[in-house]
C-alpha cells in the first residue's frame, strides 16, 4: 500500500487493534513562539471496506486541505468574520467601483438572503463543502425563502364579517379599489393576493388570518438557478482566497449542480411574418419598439434606453451604448450596456420612415405638454418625458400575445431570431457578436451552437448540389 502514499508527505500508517491499516494525517501549525517548537494538527483517518488506492489516496488529500484550512486559518483574524458579512462587503466594493452593474448587486444580494438562512453567519473558515451540498438540496426541495402562497377567503368568515361591518360587497369593492367581479369571486374563493387579502381585511378590522386561508406552496428550484447560487458563492470563496484569508474554496469540493443547456428559443420566419402582420394594427410606438428588437437583435433596457441623438437619420444607424434598468432601491436608472460595449447597427429605410414619423409624432405630444414634459430625449419616454422600466416592453408584448393568441413573444426572442436569422444567412460568427453586443464571439458560438450546426448542414448540402448537379451536367454531355 505503499504507492498510495506517492507525492504526498506527512502521512504516517499505523496499525488498528483489529488488524486494520489507518493513515494519520498531520500538519504544521508553524513554530510556538513561546517554546520554539513545532505545532501540529493530527488526523487519522480509516478506510471504509472496499475502497481502493485512488479513493483512499483521495481523501488523504481532503483532509490535508481541511486540516491546512483549519491552520491557515487559526491566525487569521479575518477568517473569523461570516460568509454573508464578507460577501455584503464584497458585493458593495464590487459595486462602487463599477465591476458590478447595480441590477446585478441587487441579485446577488437577493441570493444572500436566502443564503443567510442556511450557513450565512458561519465563519468564512467554518463553510465546508458538505454545508454547501446541504444548501443546494434544501433548495432543491424548499426553493428560495420566498415563497409562493395559495390565498383563498373563508366565504361565511368574510360575509359574516361584512354583516358585522354593514358593508356591501360593492361598497367594499370600491374601498379596496378592484372591480365589484373581481371582488365577488374573490369572496366566493377565487384564489387572491396577499396584498388584496390585506386590504380586505384591514377594512372589515379583521385579522387575515381568520377570514383567509393561506397555504405556503414550497416548490424547489431548478438546477439552473441552483447553479447561480453556486457561482455566487464560488466567487466569494475565490476572492478570500486570493487574499489569503482561506486556503481553498470549498465550492469546488462540492458537487456541482447539473444544469442542462436549453437550446433557446427563437421566433421562426414564418411566426415573424404573422407577427407583423397582428403588429399592423398597434399604435406606431409598438411597432417602431418591435422593429427595433428584432432587426437590431438589442436587449430589452437598450432599446428603453435609446435618445434621438442616438439616431443617424441620413445613414440609417442606430448607437446603443447605454441601457436601463430598475431595482426597487434605485427605480429606473441609466447604466452601461450588460457587456459595457457601444456599437452601432445599420437600420434598413423602412425602419428610418418609422422612426421620422414617430419623432413627428412625438414631437406634437412634447409641444402640447409644455413645460412640464421632461425633455431628456429619450424615444421611448413616459408621458411626462422620463425614462420608461424596460418591464413595460414585457408587459406590453404578454398583453400583444394574449390579444392574437401568439406563443413565445417576448423581447429576448427577438433577439434570438435575430442571431439565427443572421447565421442561418451566413454572416459571420464574429460579426453576429458584434451586432449583439457580445463581448467575446465564444458567448455567441455557445449561445447559438444549434443555428451554427443547421447553418453548416444547409452549407454542406449546397455545396453538394453545385457538385453532383455539376457533375451531372458534365456527364451528360
Not at 97 to 105: C, L, V
Not at 132 to 146: C, P
Not at 212 to 218: E, G, L, M, V
Request: glycine residues 6%.
Amino acid at each position: 500500500m505503499a504507492s498510495i502514499l506517492d507525492g504526498i508527505t506527512g502521512v504516517k500508517i499505523i496499525q488498528n487493534a483489529d488488524g486494520s491499516t489507518a493513515y494519520q494525517v498531520t500538519v504544521s501549525r508553524g513554530i510556538d513562539p513561546r517554546t520554539g517548537k513545532q505545532r501540529r494538527r493530527y488526523k487519522t483517518f480509516t478506510p471504509r471496506a472496499g475502497m481502493n488506492k485512488r479513493e483512499i489516496k483521495k481523501e488523504i488529500e481532503r483532509i490535508k486541505v481541511e486540516l491546512g484550512d483549519s491552520v491557515t486559518n487559526t491566525n487569521s483574524h479575518a477568517s473569523r468574520q461570516s460568509f454573508s458579512a464578507y460577501a455584503k462587503e464584497l458585493i458593495d466594493r464590487r459595486e462602487r467601483s463599477g465591476e458590478y452593474k447595480s441590477r446585478t448587486a441587487t441579485g446577488y444580494r437577493r441570493l444572500l438572503d436566502r443564503i443567510m438562512d442556511d450557513f450565512g453567519n458561519l465563519p468564512l473558515n467554518e463553510v465546508t463543502p458538505e454545508a454547501i451540498e446541504a444548501f443546494y438540496d434544501r433548495l432543491r426541495r424548499e426553493g428560495s425563502r420566498i415563497r409562493k402562497e395559495d390565498i383563498r377567503a373563508n366565504t361565511e368568515s368574510v360575509k359574516q364579517a361584512m354583516e358585522r361591518a354593514g358593508i356591501s360587497g360593492a361598497e367594499l369593492a370600491r374601498r379596496c379599489k378592484i372591480s365589484k367581479s373581481s371582488m365577488s369571486k374573490t369572496i366566493h374563493g377565487a384564489p387572491t393576493t396577499r396584498a388584496t387579502a390585506k386590504k380586505i381585511a384591514n377594512e372589515l378590522c379583521e385579522d387575515i388570518d381568520e377570514l383567509f386561508k393561506i397555504t405556503a406552496i414550497h416548490s424547489g428550484l431548478s438546477e439552473k438557478t441552483i447553479l447561480l447560487y453556486s457561482h455566487f458563492i464560488g466567487g466569494v470563496f475565490h476572492s478570500a482566497v486570493k487574499k489569503g484569508i482561506v486556503r481553498d474554496n470549498p465550492v469546488n469540493r462540492a458537487d456541482r449542480p447539473e444544469a442542462k443547456d436549453k437550446e433557446v428559443s427563437a421566433i421562426q420566419p414564418e411566426e415573424l411574418a404573422h407577427i407583423f402582420e397582428c403588429l399592423s394594427h398597434e399604435p406606431l410606438k409598438w411597432r417602431l419598439i418591435v422593429n427595433l428588437l428584432a432587426l437590431t437583435g438589442a436587449r430589452r433596457g437598450e432599446i428603453a434606453a435609446l435618445k434621438w441623438d442616438h439616431v443617424d437619420f441620413q445613414n440609417g444607424i442606430i448607437k446603443i451604448e447605454h441601457s436601463l434598468s430598475y431595482t426597487p432601491e434605485r427605480g429606473i436608472f441609466l447604466d452601461s450596456t450588460k457587456t459595457k460595449t457601444v456599437r452601432s447597427v445599420k437600420i434598413p429605410q423602412e425602419v428610418v420612415s418609422l422612426l421620422r414619423q414617430y419623432r413627428a409624432e412625438q414631437l406634437e405630444l412634447i409641444f402640447a405638454a409644455g413645460p412640464a414634459y421632461d425633455r431628456q430625449g429619450y424615444l421611448f419616454a413616459q408621458p411626462d418625458g422620463k425614462p420608461s422600466n424596460p418591464e413595460s416592453i414585457t408587459l406590453w408584448l404578454n398583453r400583444f400575445s394574449k390579444k392574437y393568441g401568439l406563443q413565445g413573444v417576448h423581447a429576448h426572442a427577438f433577439r434570438h431570431c435575430a442571431a439565427s436569422l443572421l447565421i442561418a444567412n451566413g454572416v459571420d460568427i464574429v460579426t453576429v457578436a458584434s451586432i449583439l453586443g457580445h463581448a467575446d464571439p465564444t458567448t455567441t458560438a455557445k449561445v447559438y451552437a444549434h443555428a451554427i450546426e443547421e447553418a453548416k448542414v444547409k452549407a454542406s448540402e449546397c455545396l453538394a448540389e453545385a457538385i453532383y448537379t455539376a457533375g451531372t451536367k458534365i456527364s451528360s454531355r
